[in-house]
């Protein structure tokens, strides 16, 4: 296994190396309401602009980084056009002059049409001084949705994360190699290795509560980040993507869970989950470029890391691997701490924005958040190996 037939390197791990700002002059417009998008929702004007502008070509656009860019502006428009007057005023139907081109740059690249992880994390960064480090503080969003600095540290937070666990993948194909080989020293090494990467992570998602407001996150962000379709939803048949479809299409929305990294973990150390967990998250992958996608399924396909420290003697290698465990339960664990003071605290106000009502405690992918983050923490801990006396 080589990380570039996966498109994934050590530097940027999933995240896109040096993603593109603008567009060229043709697709100026997109470049326009991308720029403005905040400024024209809080206005009121985003459908206004977009119900004015006319098919542009998709088929312009010229290699990967320009249509992966073109997919960030368009789904970042879609989602304002739908929810700029809250869910009591979604349209029905996306206007051809987004959905043609959307659809057709999502079918090129292989990633749904609609808001996602792939589009505002992994090619949604830019570095304020580019030749410092990507600190926190160094990283910005190319385009952001309403909520100003709390909008953007969150999805920079959710960034510096990516690239904290780029290093990740080198690892985990190595520990594969180890235990394929019964190289056990390697093995523990790189287990060592992953372990610290996990905690990396964990100490990012504690800068999450700087600069992130709770209620600026669930009353103003949150709510461009939602899918269409489904119970409880506005439209719960989906939306109609004029000139694609006369039929509604229903399309889950952004999620940690279409995030590659701990999709990774769990398929390298074996942690499979309850079936209907497990199908969500698979669904998720449809979410991923496909390339990152296939990447985790040839770890698991090729993983035999837990099997192998299952039958080894060696109680230094089993604390190892249970370690590894440990350090993702605990990332887990903290990360529904998170989702409860972010999502499930605010939704239970008396005082929520009545604007969207409707996404009340599920999380913008459509997951009923407390319950599924709790059963794959459980199933993680079910993962763990007999250490012996």
């Known amino acids: ?21 603008t567009l060229p002059d043709y697709f100026g417009q997109w470049n326009y309401l991308a720029e403005n998008l905040t400024s024209l929702i809080l206005q009121k004007q985003l459908r206004e602009e977009v119900d004015k502008m006319p098919v542009l070509d998709h088929n312009k656009l010229k290699g990967y980084r320009q249509l992966r860019l073109a997919h960030l502006q368009l789904s970042m428009i879609s989602s304002a056009y739908i929810w700029q007057e809250g869910d009591k005023g979604v349209p029905k139907v996306l206007p051809e002059c987004v959905a043609v081109p959307w659809y057709k740059v999502s079918e090129k690249i292989d990633i749904k049409p609609v808001v996602c992880h792939p589009d505002m994390v992994l090619c949604n960064w830019t570095l304020l001084e580019p030749h410092k480090p990507r600190t926190l503080e160094n990283l910005r969003c190319l385009y952001t949705f309403p909520g ?13 994360m990516e690239f904290d666990f780029a290093p990740a993948p080198k690892y985990i194909i190595d520990a594969i190699k180890a235990s394929d080989t019964e190289d056990t020293e390697a093995l523990i ?21 700087e600069l992130v407001s ?16 489904g119970e409880g939803s506005p439209f719960p048949e989906g939306l109609i993507y004029e000139g ?37 998250l698979l669904k998720m992958r449809d979410h991923m470029p496909s390339a990152h996608k296939k990447f985790i399924e040839t770890i698991s396909e090729k993983s035999s890391i837990r099997s192998y420290v299952q039958k080894s003697d060696d109680k230094g290698l089993k604390q190892c691997f249970n370690q590894v465990l440990e350090a993702m339960i605990d990332f887990r ?20 924005n009545q604007d969207y009502e409707s996404l009340s405690k599920k999380g913008t992918g459509g997951t009923s958040l407390l319950p599924f983050l709790k059963s794959i923490r459980q199933s993680t801990t079910e993962k763990l190996v007999e250490q012996g006396n």
């Open 1 to 21: 296994m080589k990380l570039e037939d996966f498109y994934v390197c050590e530097e940027f791990g999933f995240m896109l190396p040096d993603p593109l700002r």
């Open 148 to 160: 100003g600095m709390d909008s953007n540290w969150f999805f920079m937070v959710t960034a510096r």
């Open 189 to 209: 090494q790189n287990l060592i290795l992953i372990k610290q990467v996990i905690l990396h992570m964990k100490e990012t998602l504690k800068n999450m509560h």
């Open 214 to 229: 709770a209620g600026v996150f669930y009353d103003t962000l949150r709510p461009f980040l939602s899918g269409w379709g």
């Open 244 to 280: 694609i479809s006369e039929e509604p299409i229903q399309m889950s929305g952004g999620s940690a869970a279409q995030s590659s990294t701990l999709q990774c973990l769990d398929a390298a150390f074996g942690v499979q989950h309850e079936t209907s967990i497990q199908k969500f």
């Open 333 to 352: 664990s903290y990360h529904l701490q998170v989702v409860t003071k972010y999502v499930v605290i605010m939704s239970n106000r008396q005082t929520r």
